[in-house]
């Protein structure tokens, strides 16, 4: 699939992040980079956003370059240091709500779209699968947010609500977008077709049906190879011409069934038998 529309926004992102990653190296006694674990998003986030591209070297660079994942992927953490740049985390109460929200929506989309585009999963699992990947993304992001910024402050008594909170958001976040990629690769899926087979019809062969009993009517006088045959039933060839006409059409059923119906293997009620299971079939 050709992605290429997307590759100038996906370098535009990456772009803007590698610019801001610098302002923050240049000016890390700004408040607003201050205790925020700059050096550890300027080491992290590159390696972040190349992992679509290291996936794709290592699949042998098969097909066109996935353009719109990598822009998916890359959208969260140019958001993450540019709201830290603007000292948005510090100034807007509801802005780290909203990037728990939003961003955990676009990993989870582009985990959604790779593994639609390359694992062929059913629109239900890809939901799934989808919205996993985003909850385990909130949870490693939330052991991160513990041990960079949590363990060595007074809030580690009370950031206990917060990271429920964070937790929450994250997965909701990615439920949506897992939702949404469901939908859309329903919407793009061809109905499938019934896998039920149909049984060939065998020539000469009518079907029927008696209550419990499938009947089949030959006019070829013989029996089926693989029935089984009790000796002395009326499905049993061996008992003679003199049991029933010869020419006259062989109903093969269920032993037990014509048992049921008074088939007691004596010669001769072995023609009235036959007649019964007829009758008790709706066979003319």
């Known amino acids: 699939m050709d992605t290429s529309r997307w590759r100038p926004l996906a370098l535009a992102a990456k772009a803007a992040l590698a610019a801001l990653l610098a302002l923050a190296v240049a000016f890390p006694e700004w408040d607003r980079f201050a205790d925020k674990a700059m050096g550890v998003r300027v080491a992290a986030y590159p390696a972040a956003v190349m992992l679509v591209t290291l ?9 066109p370059f996935p353009w719109d994942v990598d822009l998916l992927l890359t959208l969260p953490f140019l958001v993450d240091v540019a709201g830290n740049a603007a000292d948005l985390y510090d100034t807007v109460t509801w802005f780290d709500d909203a990037c728990h929200l939003g961003n955990w929506a676009l990993l989870s989309a582009a985990a959604g779209v790779a593994l639609r585009r390359w694992a062929g999963l059913k629109a239900w699992t890809l939901a799934l699968a989808c919205a996993g990947a985003g909850a385990i993304a909130a949870i490693l992001w939330e052991f991160f947010e513990y041990g960079v910024f949590i363990l060595d402050t007074p809030e580690t008594v009370t950031i206990y609500r917060d990271t429920i909170g964070d937790l929450m958001l994250g997965l909701t976040g990615s439920t949506l977008a897992a939702l949404l990629v469901a939908t859309l690769a329903r919407r793009s899926t061809p109905h499938a077709v019934s896998d039920r087979r149909v049984a060939p019809a065998r020539p000469g062969v009518m079907k029927g049906l008696s209550l419990d009993t499938t009947v089949y009517l030959a006019w070829d006088g013989s029996v089926d190879e693989g029935l089984d045959v009790v000796e002395g039933d009326l499905l049993d060839e061996g008992r003679g011409a003199g049991d029933a006409d010869a020419g006259q059409n062989v109903v093969r059923a269920d032993v037990a069934a014509g048992r049921a119906l008074g088939a007691q293997g ?11 299971v007829i009758e008790g079939s709706g066979v003319r």
């Open 55 to 63: 996936i794709w070297a290592l699949r042998g660079r098969g097909g």
């Open 266 to 276: 004596d010669a001769s009620g072995g023609e009235n038998d036959g007649e019964q």
